[in-house]
């Protein structure tokens, strides 16, 4: 029951971090446009996406760029984290699920990803 509860607990944390980011701070020029209403489907469909994104992708990317990371002292990690940002946003679109996510510029997007880690970081250590 705990590994449910963990997934669900990521999904919901993925939706409101997105929700919050597109209505609080438009100077990121993270976008969403939809045709559904409802803005817990719009906003859960995105948290299931980014759980799955984040979750295998982003760990085997970890896994391939580790020794890039050492050497970088772990600031390659950033750009790690800007990858799986535009994968995200491909991805979306990609699927056609009634959901076009647009992100800003290079610096906009590395902004924004700089946020996303921070706030999972602190989300990390309270749960």
Do not use: C
């Amino acid at each position: 029951m705990k590994p449910l509860k963990h997934l669900l607990v990521n999904i919901v944390v993925n939706g409101v971090v997105l929700y919050v980011i597109v209505h609080y701070i438009p100077e990121l020029w993270f976008k969403i446009q939809t045709i559904y209403k409802d803005t817990y489907i719009i906003f859960g469909i995105l948290g299931i996406v980014f759980w799955l994104i984040n979750s295998v992708l982003k760990n085997i990317l970890k896994i391939l760029t580790l020794p890039v990371r050492i050497i970088t002292l772990w600031l390659s990690s950033l750009l790690l984290n800007l990858i799986v940002l535009y994968i995200f946003e491909q991805t979306v679109n990609y699927l056609d699920l009634g959901i076009t996510v647009q992100l800003g510029t290079l610096v906009q997007t590395l902004v924004l990803s700089v946020i996303l880690s921070a706030i999972y970081f602190i989300i990390k250590k309270i749960i």
